[in-house]
């Protein structure tokens, strides 16, 4: 680490972009999860509401602006999203915009905050991001009409904007030599580590629970019994006892030929969360000093071929540090998104960091995989996840998030624990 790069961390500043809190709602399997019957913006208004609660001095028109990561609602989320603003107590004049950047959106809702902070025009504000993929998933699947012009181009990389994402996954695992054996080596630890971290209590702080209701149904997806009123307060695509010799029972989800499938991919899911960032001196005249997790540094996005996005991360992250002046061995936690285990691996070995992984640094209590990717949540689920962690850990700790993004992009942003 250079000296300018020690001081930029070490040195704190009134004009600081903070993290006074991170929360985020259970995340659960769509379509048979816990919040399956709930609608996004009824998660988005929890956590949102979930905030404010964490928070009872921080009055709601202190919040002058909102940023919700949104990927498959209707009309981009737009006026879900300011009916959930509203019915958590946020006043007419805090506004709201949403974010689409496909996976990295709520972590790009982050960035985009912060911004807006840096340039004086908001004191302080909220990246959020918010996906039913029980209701929404599969209203949104690649249609098969897609605008001839585009769909027959000569130009390979328009063609692969269109790309099944799980193609791109087998697309990585052949072009870089991930074999199925350690996909479903990395899958089985992913679910091990997150089933540790649950039973340890360690997203019990970042865990907003979800008042909602519920029914059951049968293995046709059949409603049965009735409808009950839950509080759901834990991830429930968890696979405690996950093993190898079940995972590699798993047919390829993707290409008959392939090694990605349900195991070792990312669920399906649904969930919310919420980032509350302010100017650190905002924060002081608020009296929310003492409620500070860390400091927002930097955040950059790249792109790539979309036919292989899932690299995105280990083209993203050298970026990143070479922006902020690290290196590699001066972050101490890692939250890589899990969206296929084959570009998962693929982007730790890139960036050289299987140390890393095998010590725990790298998604210490599991990631996608285990965990579940709501879409537009998942970058700001990772927040909560890495804010947490590293307040444990201690003062001064580095940590990154970074994530693959659909059509060939990725996006990396820099935290540091006070």
């Known amino acids: ?4 790069a020690a001081a930029q961390l070490l040195v704190r500043s009134p004009s600081d972009v903070v993290i006074v809190s991170a929360l985020r709602t259970p995340i659960c399997r769509a379509y048979k999860g816990r919040l399956r019957d709930a609608y996004p913006e009824e998660l988005l208004a929890s956590v949102l509401a979930a905030t404010r609660a964490a ?3 921080l009055p709601p028109a202190a919040v002058e602006d909102v940023a919700v990561g949104v990927v498959l609602s209707e009309l981009g989320g737009s006026k879900a999203a300011r009916m959930a603003l509203n019915h958590a107590g946020y006043p007419n004049s805090t506004t709201l915009h949403t974010v689409n950047r496909a996976c990295a959106s709520s972590l790009q809702a982050v960035s985009a905050v912060a911004a807006q902070i840096r340039a004086g025009t908001i004191s302080a504000g909220i990246a959020a991001g918010m996906e039913s993929m029980t209701r929404n998933y599969g209203s949104r699947a690649v249609p098969q009409d897609v605008w001839p012009a585009l769909r027959d181009s000569e130009d390979k990389n328009v063609r692969d904007c269109v790309m099944p994402m799980g193609l791109t996954s087998e697309n ?6 991930v074999s199925r054996a350690d996909q479903d080596a990395f899958a089985v630890e992913s679910h091990r580590r ?33 409808e009950q009123a839950v509080t759901v307060a834990h991830d429930d695509g968890i696979r405690e006892g996950a093993t190898l010799e079940a995972l590699a029972k798993l047919k390829p989800a993707f290409a008959a030929d392939g090694a990605s499938t349900a195991g070792n991919s990312s669920q399906v899911s649904d969930g919310a969360a919420a980032t509350l960032l302010m100017r650190r001196s905002a924060a002081a005249e608020l009296g929310l000093s003492g409620a ?8 950059v996005t790249v792109g790539c071929a979309p036919d292989e996005m899932g690299v995105g991360p280990a083209l993203a992250v050298p970026k990143l540090l070479r922006h902020t002046g690290l290196e590699a061995g001066d972050v101490h936690r890692w939250e890589v998104n899990e969206a296929f285990a084959s570009q998962a691996l693929h982007c730790v070995r890139a960036l050289g960091l299987e140390g890393a992984w095998q010590d725990g640094r790298v998604n210490p209590d599991g990631g996608a995989i285990a965990l579940g990717h709501p879409l537009g949540a998942t970058g700001a689920r990772m927040v909560a996840t890495l804010m947490h962690g590293l307040r444990r850990a201690g003062k001064g700790d580095v940590g990154v998030a970074t994530l693959c993004i659909g059509t060939g992009m990725g996006h990396a942003a820099l935290f540091v624990a006070e």
């Open 1 to 4: 680490m250079s000296l300018k």
């Open 55 to 57: 928070l009872p001095d």
């Open 172 to 177: 990585v695992a052949r072009r870089y030599g």
């Open 194 to 226: 997150a089933a540790a971290a649950r039973a340890a209590g360690a997203f019990d702080e970042e865990i907003a629970p979800v008042r909602t209701r519920f029914q059951e149904v049968d293995k046709q997806g059949n409603k049965v019994g009735g």
């Open 292 to 299: 500070v997790m860390g400091r927002y540094v930097a955040g």
